[in-house]
C-alpha cells in the first residue's frame, strides 16, 4: 500500500516512528492533554491576526483536497502579486499548506507562523519539509519563520504590526533541505512495517506531548507508586533503581541512599500511614483572626487583548477569597471579570477593599500572588501602598503543609490537588467542569476568543466560579486541618 503524507504526519515521524505508525493504523487511540488542545487553540489566535497583518491577502479555502489544490493553482496564476494564506501543495504525494507565501521578486518567500516565542528545533525540519513540497510547485526564494515577540506592547486599536518577529531560516535550512525525501522515504517504510518496538522515554513529550501516552504506559500505569513519586529522583539515585530492577516505591530497600525528603516520602508509602508533625498546630494557632484565604486565576494570550499589555503575560482576572472572621465563621466574596475591558483596576480595587488593614492571608505558593500584587502595585501608583501592605500580609500555606504533612496518597506531590483528597475528600475538584489551574486558563482564553457564544459564556463564568471559590474552601481547609481541627 502506498501511504500519502503531510507535514504533520513526518513531524510525528521525526518525533517518534511509532507515533506516526499509530496515527495511520490505529487512530482512535490518541488522547490529547489539555495542554495540547490549549496550544491549538492559540495557534488559531495567532494565524488570525497574522493574516489580519496582509490585508490584500488571498485565503485558499476548498471544500476538499482537490479543489484547494486547483484554488492554490488559481490564485498563483491570476494574482502572482499579492500574499497566499494556507496555498496547498502535494509533492510526490507529501501535502503541506504555507502559512504565509509573500510574493517577492523571482518567486515566493515562505512564512511559517508560530505561537512561540523563539525560534526552536523543531521548527527547522518542519519549515524544510514545506519548503521541500513548495519548492516543486514555485521557486521558494526565502524561508522565515515568524514567531511571537513577547517584547511588544499592544497599543490598542487592533494594531498588531510588530506582534511578530520573522527570522531567516535559510542558511540552517539548506542541510536539511536533501533530507527530506529520505525522511519521506522512511516514513513509508515504517508504515508499511508492524507497529515499532519502541517504549516510552523522553521523545513522547519533547517536542510535544504525544498523545498516545495512555497506549505505551499501559503497563507502567499498573505500578501504584512508581519511582517518580520520589521528589527530585534522578541521576544515579534512579538509575541505580532501576538497575536493580525496581519500579515501585515500596520495593526500594530501607538501607537505598535517598535525600530526606525522598526517605520520608519512601517511609509514608511503605507504612502506609500519614506523618504529621504536630507542631505545625501551634504555629497555626498564633496566626489571628479575621484570616483571608485567597487565590488568585490568570490567563496568559499570545496575541494581547488590553492596550499596554504583552504577549503571554500573565492577565489578572478573578480571585476568590474566603474571609474567616472567628474560628469556622466563614464569607465568600470573589471578582470575576466580567465583558472585554480591562478589568485590572477593579480587580485590585475590590480586592483592597475585601481584606481590609489586618489579619493573615493566606495562599497556596506565594510567589504566584505576591507577583502579581506587585505587578498591580506598579501598574497603579495610587494603590500602591494598600497593595504592598497586602503582600506583607501573605501567609505561604505550601511550604507549611510541606515541611509537616506527608500521606501516602499524595505519591510525593504537595499541590492543594495533591493535598486536599486526604485531608477532605469530600471537596472533589474531579466534579468540577474546570477542575485545574491550566483549564481555568484555557476557559479563560475561551470566553475572549471573538468566536465563543454567549450562552458558552455564561457556563465558562459559572464554572470558572466555582472552581476558584472551591480552591479558597481548600485553603480553608487545610488551615484547619494544620491547625489540628
Ligand atoms: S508515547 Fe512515546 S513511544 Fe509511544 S508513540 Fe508516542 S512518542 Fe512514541
Same mark, same amino acid.
Not at 491570476?78 to 496547498?88: I, K
Not at 497506549?215 to 500505569?221: A, H, P, V
Not at 474560628?327 to 483596576?345: I, T, V
Not at 457564544?453 to 472551591?470: F, G, H, I, P, W
Given at each position: 500500500?502506498?501511504?500519502?503524507?503531510?507535514?504533520?504526519?513526518?513531524?510525528?515521524?521525526? /518525533?517518534?516512528?511509532?507515533?506516526?505508525?499509530?496515527? @495511520?493504523?490505529?487512530?482512535?487511540?490518541?488522547?490529547?492533554?489539555?495542554?495540547?488542545? /490549549?496550544?491549538? #487553540?492559540?495557534?488559531?489566535?495567532?494565524?488570525?491576526?497574522?493574516?489580519?497583518?496582509?490585508?490584500?491577502?488571498?485565503?485558499?479555502?476548498?471544500?476538499?483536497? @482537490?479543489?484547494?489544490?486547483?484554488?492554490?493553482?488559481?490564485?498563483?496564476?491570476?494574482?502572482?502579486?499579492?500574499?497566499?494564506?494556507?496555498?496547498?501543495?502535494?509533492?510526490?504525494?507529501?501535502? @503541506?499548506?504555507?502559512?504565509?507565501?509573500?510574493?517577492?521578486? =523571482?518567486?515566493?518567500?515562505?512564512?511559517?507562523?508560530?505561537?512561540?516565542?523563539?525560534?526552536?528545533?523543531?521548527?527547522?525540519?518542519?519549515?524544510?519539509? %514545506?519548503?521541500?513540497?513548495?519548492? +516543486?510547485?514555485?521557486?521558494?526564494? =526565502?524561508? *522565515?519563520?515568524?514567531?511571537?515577540?513577547?517584547?511588544?506592547?499592544?497599543?490598542?486599536?487592533?494594531?498588531?504590526?510588530?506582534?511578530?518577529?520573522?527570522?531567516?531560516?535559510?542558511?540552517?535550512?539548506?542541510?536539511?533541505?536533501?533530507?527530506?525525501?529520505?525522511?519521506?522515504?522512511?516514513?513509508?517504510?515504517?508504515?508499511?512495517?508492524?507497529?515499532?518496538?519502541?517504549?516510552?522515554?523522553? %521523545?513522547?513529550?519533547?517536542?510535544?506531548?504525544?498523545?498516545?501516552?495512555?497506549?505505551?504506559?499501559?503497563?507502567?500505569? %499498573?505500578?501504584?507508586?512508581?519511582?517518580? $513519586?520520589?521528589?527530585?529522583?534522578?541521576?544515579?539515585?534512579?538509575?541505580?533503581?532501576?538497575?536493580?530492577?525496581?519500579?515501585?516505591?515500596?520495593?526500594?530497600?530501607?538501607?537505598?541512599?535517598?535525600?530526606?525528603?525522598?526517605?520520608?516520602?519512601?517511609?509514608?508509602?511503605?507504612?502506609?500511614?500519614? *506523618?504529621?508533625?504536630?507542631?505545625?498546630?501551634?504555629?497555626?494557632?498564633?496566626?489571628?483572626?479575621?484570616?483571608?484565604?485567597?487565590?488568585?486565576?490568570?490567563?496568559? @494570550?499570545?496575541?494581547?487583548?488590553?492596550?499596554?499589555?504583552?504577549?503571554?503575560?500573565?492577565?489578572?482576572?478573578?480571585?476568590?477569597?474566603?474571609?474567616?472572621?472567628?474560628?469556622?465563621?466563614?464569607?465568600?466574596?470573589?471578582?470575576?471579570?466580567?465583558?472585554?475591558?480591562?478589568?485590572?483596576?477593579?480587580?485590585?480595587?475590590?480586592?483592597?477593599?475585601?481584606?481590609?488593614?489586618?489579619?493573615?492571608?493566606?495562599?497556596?505558593?506565594?510567589?504566584?500572588?505576591?507577583?502579581?500584587?506587585? *505587578?498591580?502595585?506598579?501598574?497603579?501608583?495610587?494603590?500602591?501602598?494598600?497593595? *504592598?501592605?497586602?503582600?506583607?500580609?501573605?501567609?505561604?500555606?505550601?511550604?507549611?503543609?510541606? #515541611?509537616?504533612?506527608?500521606?501516602?496518597?499524595?505519591?510525593?506531590?504537595?499541590?492543594?490537588?495533591?493535598?486536599?483528597?486526604?485531608?477532605?475528600?469530600?471537596?472533589?475538584?474531579?466534579?468540577?467542569?474546570?477542575?485545574?489551574?491550566?483549564?481555568?486558563?484555557?476557559?479563560?482564553?475561551?470566553?475572549?476568543?471573538?468566536?465563543?457564544?454567549?450562552?458558552?459564556?455564561?457556563?465558562?463564568?459559572?464554572?470558572?466560579?466555582?472552581? $476558584?471559590?472551591?480552591?479558597?474552601?481548600?485553603?480553608?481547609?487545610?488551615?484547619?486541618?494544620? +491547625?489540628?481541627?
Amino acid at each position: 500500500m502506498f501511504y500519502g503524507l503531510s507535514k504533520s504526519r513526518l513531524m510525528a515521524f521525526q /518525533q517518534c516512528p511509532k507515533r506516526l505508525w499509530l496515527y @495511520v493504523h490505529r487512530h482512535e487511540l490518541q488522547e490529547f492533554s489539555e495542554e495540547t488542545e /490549549q496550544r491549538f #487553540q492559540i495557534g488559531f489566535q495567532v494565524g488570525d491576526i497574522a493574516r489580519s497583518l496582509h490585508p490584500d491577502g488571498i485565503l485558499i479555502e476548498g471544500e476538499n483536497l @482537490v479543489e484547494t489544490l486547483e484554488l492554490t493553482r488559481q490564485a498563483l496564476a491570476e494574482h502572482p502579486d499579492r500574499p497566499l494564506f494556507e496555498a496547498t501543495f502535494q509533492r510526490d504525494n507529501v501535502l @503541506v499548506r504555507a502559512d504565509v507565501l509573500l510574493p517577492e521578486a =523571482g518567486g515566493y518567500r515562505l512564512r511559517e507562523v508560530k505561537a512561540s516565542t523563539k525560534v526552536k528545533g523543531e521548527h527547522y525540519a518542519d519549515c524544510a519539509i %514545506q519548503a521541500w513540497v513548495i519548492g +516543486g510547485s514555485v521557486k521558494v526564494t =526565502g524561508v *522565515e519563520l515568524a514567531h511571537v515577540d513577547n517584547t511588544f506592547v499592544y497599543p490598542g486599536g487592533d494594531h498588531y504590526q510588530g506582534l511578530f518577529k520573522p527570522e531567516a531560516l535559510d542558511a540552517d535550512l539548506s542541510n536539511l533541505l536533501p533530507l527530506v525525501p529520505d525522511w519521506v522515504a522512511q516514513a513509508r517504510a515504517v508504515l508499511a512495517g508492524t507497529e515499532p518496538a519502541i517504549t516510552h522515554g523522553d %521523545q513522547c513529550s519533547t517536542p510535544y506531548d504525544c498523545p498516545f501516552q495512555h497506549y505505551c504506559t499501559r503497563d507502567q500505569s %499498573q505500578i501504584e507508586y512508581p519511582l517518580h $513519586c520520589l521528589p527530585y529522583l534522578q541521576g544515579e539515585r534512579l538509575q541505580g533503581l532501576i538497575d536493580l530492577g525496581i519500579e515501585d516505591v515500596r520495593h526500594i530497600p530501607d538501607d537505598y541512599a535517598l535525600t530526606e525528603n525522598q526517605a520520608r516520602v519512601a517511609r509514608v508509602i511503605k507504612s502506609g500511614q500519614a *506523618e504529621l508533625d504536630l507542631a505545625i498546630q501551634m504555629i497555626m494557632s498564633e496566626f489571628p483572626y479575621p484570616r483571608y484565604y485567597l487565590d488568585f486565576e490568570t490567563t496568559q @494570550v499570545a496575541v494581547p487583548i488590553w492596550p499596554g499589555t504583552r504577549p503571554y503575560q500573565q492577565l489578572l482576572l478573578q480571585w476568590s477569597c474566603h474571609v474567616e472572621n472567628a474560628a469556622y465563621e466563614l464569607m465568600h466574596h470573589a471578582f470575576l471579570a466580567q465583558g472585554f475591558d480591562d478589568p485590572r483596576r477593579a480587580f485590585a480595587e475590590k480586592l483592597i477593599n475585601t481584606l481590609g488593614d489586618t489579619g493573615p492571608v493566606f495562599v497556596y505558593n506565594k510567589a504566584f500572588e505576591a507577583t502579581r500584587l506587585s *505587578e498591580l502595585a506598579e501598574l497603579f501608583p495610587d494603590l500602591k501602598a494598600a497593595i *504592598e501592605a497586602i503582600i506583607m500580609r501573605i501567609v505561604d500555606l505550601l511550604p507549611l503543609t510541606r #515541611q509537616y504533612y506527608c500521606h501516602p496518597d499524595m505519591k510525593g506531590r504537595w499541590s492543594i490537588k495533591a493535598v486536599l483528597p486526604t485531608i477532605a475528600p469530600e471537596l472533589a475538584y474531579d466534579d468540577l467542569e474546570i477542575g485545574d489551574g491550566g483549564a481555568a486558563m484555557g476557559a479563560w482564553r475561551e470566553i475572549y476568543h471573538p468566536d465563543t457564544a454567549d450562552s458558552r459564556r455564561a457556563k465558562l463564568y459559572a464554572d470558572l466560579a466555582e472552581y $476558584c471559590a472551591l480552591d479558597t474552601q481548600a485553603l480553608v481547609r487545610l488551615a484547619a486541618f494544620l +491547625g489540628g481541627a
